[in-house]
Structure formats: structure tokens, C-alpha cells
């Protein structure tokens, strides 16, 4: 397995955080926080993912939804948070073992395979009142002015309320049964030459932009990932800094991609 990666800012400024195994690689996109957690998004997903990471490499087929519950636990500890009140994390794990290829969604990262696109949808699916408010406040012309940052706080106070619940969305915080509720995919390595992993800041200005041209992206390096990566944000900083044309929460989101070349 081969694996190329780039992230926007580095790891140390960014709450996004990429690990690799031998045979795995694990994509973490730590969720900002507009309101008091105790513990920063980017520790939370710093910490779950070398969690991650070390049970991987300690029991390479280990079956991923117990894996990701066991590393859920272990940070939860670690950190002294507690369900409902901290910090949380999306997840994907893309591995490679002698017969199958497996593909672990927990939240709305993007895994692009040569024949299908895979997310978790369901936070998005709840469409959220403050969400819809900021968005169109953004494209009529707003900003980022204070109202903006008062509906992004009301909207995590609306997520929270249906976060790891029935009816609501899965993401990984603080208790380890959500899971359980983590998309797994199985497919064959003839069927999955590769995969592209990317978190939301990042493809989400790569698809407005026409940049997601996925399937050339199996040969592409880390500088030219990085390339990619600086080009959606100069052109978020200078062609939309108001996000008119496309509606986001903040200018600038951490972007990381990775490409993963099985066999």
C-alpha cells in the first residue's frame, strides 16, 4: 500500500490530523468549536487518531468498528471528557489486508473510489434551521459579521442536542457505542486499485472549482496534493473572502487530502 498525503496548515496549526499504518491510513477532521469544550478539537482528534493508529498496528485486521469504540474509550479517559460536552471527531480508515479492501465513514470526510463515492451524510441530513440561515445570510452578501457567529453557535447547540442520538447523527466524541453506527465497506483489491481520502474543507472547494478530477489523482505526490490544497485556498482568500459564492462556515477550512494506492 502506498500513500501520499497533504495537509493545509500543517498538522501543529491544523484540527485535521492524517496517520499511517503498514497497511491503513486514518483521517481525522476534529470539529471547531464556536462554543467553550474542554479540551481542543485538535487535541480530541490528535489523540484519537494515535490511538487508532497503535491498535491498527497491534492487530492489523482487527474488526474497525471495535477498533475505532476501543480508541473512542481510551481518549475519552485520557482526556476526562465526558458524552454531550466535548470535543468530536469525524473518522475514516481505508485498509488494506490480503483479501479485502475495508473502508470505515464516521462523519462527513469524503472517500473517492474509482467506481463510488462514499460519506456520511447524516448530520448534513438533519438540516438544521441555523445552517440554512447562515448560508443564505452568506450568499446574499453578509459576512462574516456577528450574527453569522451567533447562528454558528446556536447551530452546535442544535447538533449537540442530536449528536450520537437516534434520529441524529454519529460522530465520534465520548462514548465509544457510536461506532457501532460507523459506515464499513468491504470491497475487493481488483475492484479498488485506489482511494482518495479528503476532509470537508478541502472538497468541498475542490468540487465547486471543478478540481475534483479524482481518478488522476492515484499518481499524484504530496507536492502535488499540496499544490492542490494552497490553490482552493487563494482562491477562497482572494475570488470569495465572504464566502458569497460559496456559502461556508469560515474562510478558510482545514483541508487535507490523502491518496492511497492499494496492492
Partial sequence: ????????????????????????VIMLDGATA??????????????????LRDALNAAPDGDLREVLAGAIERTAHALEISPGASPSSTVTIARELEHTVDILVLGDNLVMLPDETLTDDRMDRLDLAPRRK????LAAGSGYDDEHLALLGELQIRQAECRNQPGG?????????SAEHALVTTRTP??????????DGAYTTMDYLG??????????DANDLGALLHHCEAWEAHADPDAQELPRAKRH?????AVVAFG
Fill in 1 to 24: 500500500m502506498r500513500v501520499s498525503a497533504a495537509q493545509l496548515p500543517a498538522a501543529a496549526d491544523s484540527d485535521d490530523r492524517v496517520f499511517t499504518t503498514e497497511n491503513a
Fill in 34 to 51: 464556536f462554543l467553550p469544550v474542554p479540551v481542543a478539537a485538535g487535541t480530541y482528534a490528535d489523540r484519537l487518531g494515535r490511538h
Fill in 134 to 137: 447562515y448560508r443564505e445570510r
Fill in 169 to 177: 447523527y454519529w460522530i465520534a466524541e465520548a462514548d465509544p457505542a
Fill in 190 to 199: 481488483g475492484s479498488t486499485p485506489w482511494a482518495v481520502l479528503a476532509t
Fill in 211 to 220: 478540481l475534483d478530477d479524482w481518478p488522476t489523482m492515484p499518481t499524484a
Fill in 253 to 257: 477550512d482545514d483541508k487535507s487530502l
